[in-house]
């Protein structure tokens, strides 16, 4: 039954979390605009109003329950369905319909396809005057939502998830019990949604998934698809996210090096430096594999950003273990790193075999102890790229005036340049020669705008015409 005959229900997606969270509200948008939804940016003027969640960490948990809470002033004033889509919905499902009055519905990761059943039951229950949840949340081993075309935010990039899921089970991790077991997508589908992005205009696609490098399909692995998405023409750059420290063959290394439109950036999760801790987390590698792998990237090509994951404060973590992640971040000379403070997520194996046993402030020391040492290398790193021409991918207006614009270099580091150099608009790629840098973005004189392809490494800078 389709909505179009009855008044057009307005919905308002909001989505908290990762970038596979961003992709799958894409979905959501998809697959409701075709069921006769009408979506709104204006949560004010919506019937419905979806949180699309994530519950990886306890402050990802913690502003959902906030905006939840905020909807309960909107939702006395009139009629209005209130759903939680995601992880959060997965993983609360017992909490949020027992206890949260305020939603109506709930619908996991592999249950979108519900959603507007689950909607329209939702306005009749309340048109009927009866307070009924209703919920999705089985996880699926196949769901992969192949068929449906996401609806996507104009813009530079495009994601396209090529894996759902993950079978890793690193012990503090809720994702394999939120998002189920580890499935990829046909590579044929995969390349045609490539190739109608390329076609819409879109100048760099990000693959995703929760261990995407674990990609593999028949005779696809993940460098085959990683290649063979590069390829495409029209396509500028193409980058991945989030790969595991176990699953990088020198085939997908040699691709990254060596393909000029794959970006000189990995994201490297550590996770921690110490032996034990990485056992205790079940991260399948020790200190020294990890360090082997980020030398043998660097020895194919030294220009190659790496990025990772930390977590400080994990169950049971003494300070002499604590100084060994500190020792490696001082050791890989990451370009960046996400610094999270442990955060016991219900389910997961360290929830139900360790105890969280570090107090709250020595987890806070070590995050700021990790946060300023990184915050010095992270400068010291943009440094190196002072007096260099960089190709830069133009996203838009910088955040903080529109007087400047921003894009990003091919190992994903912000640049920012004053619009009055040269005009340019989303999309093209403007050869910038840096003059200074903080820890988070590099500042630029913008010369010219590129004629051709993206060059092999951020080293060269050819083939720009002058304004
Ligand atoms: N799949 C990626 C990998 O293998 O590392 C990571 C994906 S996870 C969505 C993103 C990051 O969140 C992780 O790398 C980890 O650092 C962090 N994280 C996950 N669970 C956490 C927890 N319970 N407490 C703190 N940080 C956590
Ligand atoms: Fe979570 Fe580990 Fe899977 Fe990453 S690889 S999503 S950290 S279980």
């Given at each position: 039954?389709?909505?179009?005959?009855?008044?057009?229900r307005?919905v308002h997606i909001e989505t908290f979390g990762?970038?596979m969270n961003?992709y799958d509200s894409e979905l959501v948008r998809a697959l409701l605009?075709?069921e006769?939804f009408?979506?709104?940016?204006?949560?004010?003027?919506?019937?419905v109003i979806l949180m699309n969640t994530c519950a990886?960490?306890?402050?990802?948990?913690?502003?959902v329950?906030?905006?939840l809470?905020?909807?309960?002033?909107?939702?006395?004033?009139?009629?209005?369905v209130v759903g939680v889509l995601g992880c959060m919905a997965q993983n609360l499902k017992g909490e949020l319909t027992?206890?949260e009055?305020l939603v109506d519905l709930l619908a996991g990761p592999d249950s979108y396809r519900q959603l507007p059943t689950l909607i329209r039951n939702a306005v009749?229950a309340?048109?009927?005057?009866?307070?009924r949840k209703t919920l999705a949340v089985d996880l699926s081993?196949?769901e992969?939502y192949?068929?449906i075309?996401p609806?996507?935010?104009?813009?530079?990039?495009?994601?396209?998830?090529?894996?759902r899921g993950?079978?890793?089970?690193?012990?503090?991790?809720?994702?394999?019990y939120t998002r189920g077991?580890?499935?990829?997508?046909?590579?044929?589908?995969?390349?045609?949604?490539?190739?109608?992005?390329?076609?819409?205009?879109?100048?760099?696609?990000?693959?995703?998934?929760?261990?995407?490098?674990?990609?593999?399909?028949?005779?696809?692995?993940?460098?085959?698809?990683?290649?063979?998405?590069?390829?495409?023409?029209?396509?500028?750059?193409?980058?991945?996210?989030?790969?595991?420290?176990?699953?990088?063959?020198?085939?997908?290394?040699?691709?990254?090096?060596?393909?000029?439109?794959?970006?000189?950036?990995?994201?490297?999760?550590?996770?921690?430096?110490?032996?034990?801790?990485?056992?205790?987390?079940?991260?399948?590698?020790?200190?020294?594999?990890?360090?082997?792998?980020?030398?043998?990237?660097?020895?194919?090509?030294?220009?190659?950003?790496?990025?990772?994951?930390?977590?400080?404060?994990?169950?049971?973590?003494?300070?002499?273990?604590?100084?060994?992640?500190?020792?490696?971040?001082?050791?890989?000379?990451?370009?960046?790193?996400?610094?999270?403070?442990?955060?016991?997520?219900?389910?997961?194996?360290?929830?139900?075999?360790?105890?969280?046993?570090?107090?709250?402030?020595?987890?806070?020391?070590?995050?700021?102890?990790?946060?300023?040492?990184?915050?010095?290398?992270?400068?010291?790193?943009?440094?190196?790229?002072?007096?260099?021409?960089?190709?830069?991918?133009?996203?838009?207006?910088?955040?903080?005036?529109?007087?400047?614009?921003?894009?990003?270099?091919?190992?994903?580091?912000?640049?920012?340049?004053?619009?009055?150099?040269?005009?340019?608009?989303?999309?093209?790629?403007?050869?910038?020669?840096?003059?200074?840098?903080?820890?988070?973005?590099?500042?630029?004189?913008?010369?010219?705008?590129?004629?051709?392809?993206?060059?092999?490494?951020?080293?060269?800078?050819?083939?720009?015409?002058?304004?």
């Amino acid at each position: 039954m389709s909505v179009a005959h009855d008044r057009r229900r307005h919905v308002h997606i909001e989505t908290f979390g990762c970038q596979m969270n961003e992709y799958d509200s894409e979905l959501v948008r998809a697959l409701l605009t075709r069921e006769g939804f009408v979506l709104t940016e204006d949560r004010e003027c919506a019937d419905v109003i979806l949180m699309n969640t994530c519950a990886i960490r306890e402050n990802a948990h913690t502003k959902v329950y906030t905006h939840l809470s905020d909807l309960k002033a909107l939702k006395k004033s009139r009629p209005l369905v209130v759903g939680v889509l995601g992880c959060m919905a997965q993983n609360l499902k017992g909490e949020l319909t027992k206890q949260e009055p305020l939603v109506d519905l709930l619908a996991g990761p592999d249950s979108y396809r519900q959603l507007p059943t689950l909607i329209r039951n939702a306005v009749h229950a309340q048109e009927q005057g009866e307070h009924r949840k209703t919920l999705a949340v089985d996880l699926s081993e196949y769901e992969t939502y192949d068929d449906i075309v996401p609806l996507r935010v104009p813009g530079v990039n495009a994601w396209i998830a090529v894996m759902r899921g993950c079978d890793n089970f690193c012990s503090f991790c809720v994702v394999p019990y939120t998002r189920g077991r580890e499935r990829s997508r046909d590579p044929q589908s995969i390349l045609e949604e490539a190739r109608r992005i390329a076609g819409n205009g879109f100048k760099q696609i990000t693959l995703l998934g929760q261990n995407v490098n674990s990609y593999r399909s028949g005779e696809w692995d993940f460098g085959r698809l990683l290649t063979a998405v590069a390829d495409i023409p029209g396509i500028e750059r193409v980058r991945f996210t989030s790969p595991h420290p176990k699953d990088f063959p020198p085939s997908l290394l040699e691709a990254v090096v060596s393909h000029p439109k794959i970006c000189k950036h990995i994201h490297l999760p550590a996770q921690s430096g110490n032996d034990r801790m990485l056992s205790l987390m079940n991260r399948t590698y020790t200190k020294r594999e990890y360090v082997a792998l980020v030398e043998k990237i660097r020895s194919m090509n030294r220009r190659v950003v790496l990025t990772t994951d930390i977590i400080a404060g994990f169950c049971s973590e003494t300070e002499a273990e604590f100084s060994d992640t500190y020792r490696l971040l001082e050791e890989v000379r990451y370009h960046s790193a996400f610094i999270f403070l442990y955060s016991e997520r219900m389910n997961t194996i360290a929830a139900r075999k360790f105890t969280d046993d570090v107090p709250l402030e020595v987890k806070s020391q070590r995050v700021t102890a990790l946060v300023e040492l990184q915050r010095r290398i992270s400068a010291e790193c943009n440094r190196e790229y002072l007096g260099e021409t960089l190709p830069v991918l133009v996203e838009g207006d910088a955040k903080k005036s529109h007087l400047q614009a921003m894009g990003k270099s091919d190992g994903n580091i912000t640049v920012i340049w004053n619009k009055t150099d040269l005009a340019c608009s989303p999309g093209q790629v403007v050869a910038c020669s840096i003059y200074d840098a903080s820890a988070s973005t590099l500042y630029a004189k913008a010369l010219g705008i590129s004629v051709s392809s993206p060059s092999k490494s951020e080293h060269s800078c050819t083939n720009f015409v002058q304004p």
